[in-house]
């Protein structure tokens, strides 16, 4: 059965730090593209960051450059999100999304929220 389950969102102050993770379950994580994205209420779900399989190059979106860190160990099958001088506009529902083009296949998680506020 394929999983992957978000933890680690929460409330924090403007300025502040969270990291989120990601375990997955049920498929060969190595072989998957990982992203993070995430919706704010009454807003379409938007790309936050995506790191490859191996050797792991990243991408992020521009709003975050700078600010978040994707990264990933393959042998725990967890991808994190490293976030950093937060802001309220980051506040939404983060998923993350495993996805292997080659077999045009993906998987979503149930999201975790991040509200920044004081």
């Known amino acids: 059965q394929v999983q992957l389950v978000e933890s680690g969102g929460g409330l924090v102050q403007p300025g502040g730090s969270l990291r989120l993770s990601c375990a997955a379950s049920?498929?060969?994580?190595?072989?998957?593209?990982m992203n993070w994205y995430r919706q704010a209420p009454g807003k379409e779900r938007e790309f936050v960051a995506g790191?490859?399989?191996?050797?792991?190059?990243?991408n992020y979106a521009d709003s975050v450059k700078g600010r978040f860190t994707i990264s990933r160990d393959n042998a725990k099958k967890t991808v994190y999100l490293q976030m950093k001088s937060l802001k309220p506009e980051d506040t939404a529902v983060y998923y993350c999304?495993?996805?292997?083009?080659?077999?045009?296949?993906?998987?979503w998680g149930q999201g975790t929220q991040v509200t920044v506020s004081s």
């Open positions: 999304k495993a996805r292997w083009g080659l077999i045009n296949r993906e998987y």
């Open positions: 049920g498929f060969t994580f190595s072989s998957y593209t």
């Open positions: 790191i490859s399989s191996t050797p792991g190059s990243t």
